[in-house]
């Protein structure tokens, strides 16, 4: 049997849609997308949802919004994927760089402070050299579906007075609570600005696409202005008999807005999100309860004051239980037809942040301890017990002949 990393859940609701779309002669942003916004930012309880066509568009969008220039420092976590510190890069500001805690995989708040206390004083920080820009703003991201410890990461941000913008490509929905007897606070309330992916193998997903949302009216403005050539709002209604021809430019924008093809699946997407969640949830307790069994392995877990999206099952292998590296590892899974993935390289391994920042190892060493341990299963709505049981059973297969 062949089991894919991933097989998007498309029904008949989103095809239907489609079709209907392309029928009705508007294909690019409007009505269906206005109606995305509006839909979007109810379900995750945001004043404002502004939709594009990726979440990198919304981490632009944002740090332009929060008013990056040249020289200006943002913070970002090493663990991450490449979109999370390159937006930084597209202003000539720099990201500066911080180590991931090791249960969640997300920013380490304890490292965070003590970054920012050094860049306040004027001390040495990896990366940079002094004297330093302005922070101007702190992008946690919330690793593999499971949030950030948000109080944490506030407090630190209140303390220097910087915008926290969230990269939630991995996450919705997905909840956060202070305390057992907190309530708890969804993904999209938690952060001055939030940022959403609606990639192909996301939560939910338009097959390319992504949402910013916010409660900031000027904000919201801001980035629905810059989301279009930076023209003034609602140009896209120009072609329409409400609309007017004139328009004005009020900035040099960027092409960022999503199609209402794009969104005519993004809809129904977002009426199935609790049930691709619970899905999603399903098949990470069923994985748990048979890998739970192997030796050699640390499984992910839910966290008592988090609600995990599950967008990723991304296991540890224990070096020392297994007579085979990782990529050994994911090689004999392949031959078997299952594919497996790894998140991430940690961003200051790459080649341009070594050339361009300096960067070596040593300089984070969570991150590093655990990136040569990931590997992350296929987990996707859809994903029958077969298939499920298969890679299991390859699992245990590999630990019978490769175990120490």
Same mark, same amino acid.
């Given at each position: ?9 498309? %029904? ?6 489609v079709?209907?779309?392309l ?11 206005k ?7 109810k ?12 979440c ?11 008013g ?10 090493t ?5 999370t ?13 911080v ?7 997300c ?11 050094? /860049? /306040? ?9 002094a ?14 579906g ?5 109080d ?14 969230e ?10 609570? %202070?305390?057992p ?9 938690t ?5 959403? %992916? ?19 009216d000027?904000w ?17 209604k120009?072609?329409?008999n409400?609309?007017?021809w ?22 129904h997407?977002l ?6 969640w619970?899905?999603r ?17 640390e /499984?992910?877990?839910?966290l008592d ?15 020392q239980a297994?007579n ?11 031959k ?12 200051h391994l ?19 301890a ?7 299963l ?27």
């Amino acid at each position: 049997m062949s089991v894919p990393f991933f097989r998007p859940s498309i %029904s008949a609701a989103e095809i239907d849609e489609v079709v209907a779309c392309l029928k009705s002669g508007w294909l690019t942003t409007g009505p269906r997308t206005k109606e995305f916004e509006a839909q979007f930012a109810k379900s995750v309880g945001a004043k404002h949802a502004i939709a594009l066509n990726s979440c990198t568009a919304a981490l632009h969008l944002a740090l332009e919004a929060v008013g990056v220039k040249r020289g200006d420092l943002v913070v970002v976590p090493t663990m991450t994927f490449a979109a999370t510190a390159e937006v930084v890069r597209y202003f000539e500001a720099t990201p500066v760089l911080v180590d991931c805690e090791r249960d969640s995989m997300c920013i380490d708040a304890k490292a965070l402070r003590r970054t920012m206390e050094a /860049l /306040l004083a004027g001390q040495k920080v990896a990366g940079l050299k002094a004297p330093y820009g302005p922070v101007k703003a702190i992008i946690p991201m919330h690793y593999g579906g499971q949030m950030v410890d948000v109080d944490a990461v506030h407090e630190v941000a209140k303390a220097f007075n910087v915008p926290v913008i969230e990269d939630a490509a991995h996450t919705l929905p997905a909840a956060y609570r %202070s305390s057992p007897q907190a309530p708890w606070r969804k993904v999209g309330t938690t952060a001055d600005i939030t940022c959403f %992916s609606f990639y192909a193998n996301k939560c939910i997903t338009t097959g390319e696409g992504g949402m910013v949302v916010t409660q900031d009216d000027t904000w919201a403005d801001r980035m629905r202005i810059m989301s279009l050539h930076g023209i003034s709002r609602d140009a896209w209604k120009r072609f329409t008999n409400d609309g007017s021809w004139y328009y004005e430019i009020e900035a040099p924008g960027f092409k960022y807005n999503l199609t209402d093809i794009a969104s005519s699946v993004g809809l129904h997407q977002l009426k199935r999100a609790d049930a691709l969640w619970a899905e999603r949830s399903a098949l990470a307790k069923k994985y748990i309860e048979r890998l739970s069994k192997v030796p050699g392995l640390e /499984l992910p877990r839910e966290l008592d004051n988090r609600q995990h999206s599950w967008h990723l099952f991304s296991m540890r292998l224990v070096p020392q239980a297994w007579n085979i590296d990782r990529a050994q590892f994911i090689d004999a899974l392949k031959k078997q037809g299952i594919t497996c993935s790894v998140h991430w390289m940690p961003l200051h391994l790459h080649p341009y942040y070594r050339r361009t920042y300096g960067y070596s190892e040593g300089l984070f060493p969570v991150a590093e301890a655990l990136w040569p341990q990931l590997v992350s299963l296929p987990i996707f709505p859809g994903m029958t017990q077969a298939e499920l049981s298969e890679v299991c059973a390859a699992i245990e297969g590999l630990s019978k002949t490769h175990g120490r």
